[in-house]
């Protein structure tokens, strides 16, 4: 895949490798960052805590960082390999999901952002773009790039203008409840095949995020819309899954009735949707892009790595702790 200062490639082991044994992971996903870009657009502070964060946690609804390293060009983050594709892609193919199978994909989120907001972590980046599907067809969260250690509220303007809560849009300070909001978006964008709120600029969205008018499609049940309403309360302190209970109210409202989730976290339940997989190495579920030219990469490549104590790094110390 690609993005604004960098992408992310399928790696596997060499088969020289000292960990390149039988029954060990021999595919990964391997995030690289150029260093100039990441600066060039004020983004040091987002990758270290990216980071920071993906190196002290551990879930299973959410990639695992393996390692990261650097050379004078790039950063590069080692991580789990999730081969079934992004749930934007099957979402669109699918239409719209049905109550059972949001219900599948949204417990599992619930589960991860209890997890998060225990460490005071906020992610600010729930979207169908970042939820990867595994071979069994559970959900991770991956790109942690926008995520933060928040003890009480934070003021920067970042995330996707269609999820954003409207405590982010008006800088009133915001914290771990925009999430919550951003769970009503998903739910309904799964449920109806969109997100309630769009328009062609980002400022419509913002307007229309701020409106708060909501259109609700006749065959949308009262438990779904319930839920949805709790999450998309425009005051955060009546926001659900920021009220005293926290997730746990999450967890106990009606519309979760009768999920095991306890099941679900020990990977027990049968995913409503199983991805095409057959190998560690498939690509079959992402679109296939060209690969970068060996010289934009040369911690990755042997005959160049030799050679990168000779480069400056124009980026100075800014990086020194990958």
Request: charged share 25%.
């Amino acid at each position: 895949g690609t993005g604004t200062f960098g992408r992310v490639l399928l790696v596997r082991l060499r088969s020289t490798s000292p960990h390149a044994q039988p029954g060990v992971q021999q595919h990964f996903a391997m995030k690289v960052l150029r260093k100039t870009e990441v600066v060039r657009l004020r983004q040091v502070t987002h990758v270290q805590a990216e980071r920071f964060i993906l190196s002290r946690i551990q879930h299973p609804f959410i990639v695992d960082l393996y390692a990261t390293f650097s050379d004078p060009f790039n950063v590069y983050m080692l991580l789990s390999y999730v081969p079934g594709g992004e749930l934007f892609s099957h979402l669109r193919r699918a239409g719209r999901f049905t109550p059972d199978v949001t219900r599948f994909y949204l417990a599992g989120i619930v589960l991860a952002l209890r997890y998060l907001h225990s460490y005071n972590i906020i992610y600010r980046d729930l979207k169908p773009e970042n939820l990867l599907l595994d071979h069994r067809g559970y959900l991770r969260i991956a790109d942690f790039g926008f995520s933060k250690i928040v003890d009480d509220r934070t003021w920067t303007l970042c995330g996707t203008p269609e999820y954003l809560a409207p405590e982010i849009i008006q800088s009133s300070g915001h914290g771990k409840a925009v999430d919550w909001w951003a769970c009503g978006i998903l739910t309904y964008e799964m449920l109806v095949g969109y997100p309630p709120f769009f328009d062609d600029n980002p400022f419509g969205i913002y307007e229309k995020i701020l409106r708060g008018k909501i259109h609700w499609p006749k065959e949308m049940d009262h438990r779904s819309k319930d839920l949805i309403k709790g999450f998309l309360n425009p005051d955060r302190s009546k926001r659900l899954g920021n009220l005293r209970g926290g997730a746990d109210d999450v967890l106990i409202h009606d519309w979760f009735r009768g999920v095991d989730w306890v099941a679900l976290e020990r990977g027990e339940i049968r995913a409503p949707l199983i991805p095409v997989v057959t190998s560690s190495a498939d690509t079959r579920n992402f679109t296939n892009l060209p690969l970068p030219d060996p010289s934009d990469l040369p911690g990755l490549i042997p005959s160049l790595a030799g050679r990168l104590h000779e480069i400056p790094d124009s980026t100075g110390d800014l990086f020194a702790n990958f």
